[in-house]
């Protein structure tokens, strides 16, 4: 399929990196890169042989958030119209976060806005110390409305309260203390940086690591219970008798690469 806005690159040892893919706009997104980034991951779901996904942005940002125009246009519109825009970004956020694969996202330069909310939709994200982050609807009227259930299961109800009412910046290195990121680096060794969790996380059963995101996505929204402890049992019990369990165990004993290790890692 072809995209305008964005770019899906397939890598031979089976993982994927979806590039937001408009840099002379700062990767900022509108109307189009919202149902091509749905299209995406519609692609990406479907592919059970796809071990994680990577989130990116083309050329020196991110991404800048909304995109300019689109914000003109959409302040033109009815609250009907501009309720199906709503439900469309939520659709993006809402399915980012449930993508059967995990997902990572390398985040530099601008990350505004939105952005903010694909940051925090992906399982994990690294970034450059010098990247500027922000939650800058209310500086143009605005509010982090859909992004905002996301925003605050990364980090947290006090430091999203801050930041969404603030509309302050932050950079990478404190986005890294918030949780929002799990590592950065100076932006000369970012490309090494990717390269080595990339190489950490095809150490990984593609299965093993796809059903944990879902165990702590589902125990996330549970109490301890007895039905949460029989769920987590059967979980290890069904997955030991797997054929990725079994081989990992073999592999393991047997002091050898699992199957799914690729022969050479570059």
Known sequence: ???????????????????LNRPDKKNAFNAGMI????????????????????????????SAGADINWMQESSKLDFDANLVDAQALAEL??????????????????AFGGAIGLIACCDMAI???DAQLALSEVRIGLVPAVISPFVVKAIGERATRRYAISGERFTGTQARELGLLAEVCPAAALADRVAGWIDTLLLNSPRAMRISKQLVQEAAHQTLSPALRQHTEQ??????????????????LDKRRPSWLPESRS
Not at 37 to 59: C, H, M, P, S, Y
Not at 100 to 108: D, H, I, M, R
């Open 93 to 110: 956020m809402y399915r980012l976060y449930a993508q059967p694969q995990p997902t990572l996202a390398v985040v530099q330069g601008a």
């Open 127 to 129: 970034g450059t110390e």
């Open 235 to 252: 979980v290890i019990a069904q997955i030991r008798v797997s054929a990725e369990g079994q081989e990992g165990l073999r592999a393991f």
């Open 35 to 62: 149902q091509e980034l749905l299209q995406a991951l519609d692609q990406l779901q479907a592919d059970t042989n796809l071990r994680f996904v990577l989130l990116r942005g083309r050329g020196r940002h991110f």
């Open 1 to 19: 399929m072809h995209f305008n806005t964005i770019e899906l690159e397939r890598d031979a040892r089976g993982f994927a990196t979806l590039w």
